[in-house]
């Protein structure tokens, strides 16, 4: 069986837990997430040991560690997260083909840095 206390280990995210688009994305994954195989850490109140990364780093883009304990940022972790959630991972393919995999990331990018003016 899939689950965090099987054979695979849970995803884990990294992201801002003031920024309320990254709130409700966690929400929406949270409740699609039936096996927990995903697991959001607030970054800026998970302690130095817990990140991956500087905080200024974590400040400009969601990250994330796999299963084989690499790291993705920005649209590659929200693909790979979206690979994870039961019923979502024909988008996370989507995602792999043109014109996705060219405005993906810019999108991302230009989203994550005014998230604050778009999202209230």
């Known amino acids: 069986m899939d689950t965090p206390t099987g054979n695979r280990q849970r995803l884990n995210v990294w992201m801002d837990g003031n920024c309320s688009l990254c709130q409700r ?3 929406w ?3 699609r997430d039936r096996n927990g195989r ?4 607030d970054f800026r109140t998970a302690s130095g040991d817990e990140l991956p990364l500087t905080h200024e780093e ?3 883009s969601m990250w994330i560690r796999d299963h084989d304990g690499i790291l993705l940022e920005g649209f590659a ?3 790979r997260i979206m690979a994870e959630i039961p019923g979502w991972k024909w988008l996370a393919r ?3 083909l043109p014109p996705f995999t060219l405005i993906g990331p810019p999108l991302y990018r230009l989203v994550a840095a005014n998230r604050r ?4």
């Open 117 to 120: 003016f778009f999202f209230r």
């Open 58 to 60: 974590h400040q400009t």
């Open 25 to 27: 994305s966690k929400a």
């Open 38 to 41: 995903v697991r959001f850490i």
């Open 77 to 79: 972790a929200w693909r």
């Open 94 to 96: 989507l995602s792999l």
């Open 29 to 31: 994954c949270e409740t």
